[in-house]
């Protein structure tokens, strides 16, 4: 089955870390352009970093610095590390992949539309 599972979510307190997972399986994260996007209650889809095939990143203003993804091939998967944690940073964070899919019905739309394939999110929860 082609999807990508996202886990590693949950509760920390502002200036802790989590890192995130993003599995793929039914196809190669080495030959496909993903990203991270994150929606927070009663707020838009965001990007929070993008990583193309050959590996170039790219990450949201509000990240940079703090957060770094990273390929594991060994276990066709990607990671989010996060640190450094505020309360802003509550949300939930998906993980999404453009390729030959057909349209589907993502919980991001609008300039997020090409991305096909999506996860079903992982919540992440900062108190301060």
């Known amino acids: 089955e082609v999807q990508v599972r996202e886990s590693g979510g949950g509760s920390v307190q502002a200036g802790g870390s989590l890192t995130l997972s993003c599995i793929a399986s039914?196809?190669?994260?080495?030959?496909?352009?993903m990203g991270w996007y994150r929606r927070a209650p009663g707020s838009k889809c965001e990007m929070v970093s993008t990583?193309?095939?050959?590996?170039?990143?790219e990450y949201g203003d509000s990240v940079k610095g703090r957060f770094a993804v990273s390929r594991d091939r060994a276990n066709n998967a990607v990671h989010l590390q996060m640190a450094s944690l505020k309360p802003e940073d509550t949300a939930v964070y998906y993980c999404?992949?453009?390729?030959?899919?057909?349209?589907?019905?993502?919980?991001?739309?609008?300039?997020?539309?090409?991305?096909?394939?999506w996860g079903q999110g992982t919540e992440v929860t900062v108190s301060s």
């Open positions: 039914g196809f190669s994260f080495a030959d496909s352009y």
């Open positions: 999404a992949v453009d390729g030959d899919w057909p349209p589907s019905n993502p919980p991001c739309g609008g300039r997020y539309s090409f991305l096909e394939l």
């Open positions: 990583l193309t095939k050959d590996g170039t990143t």
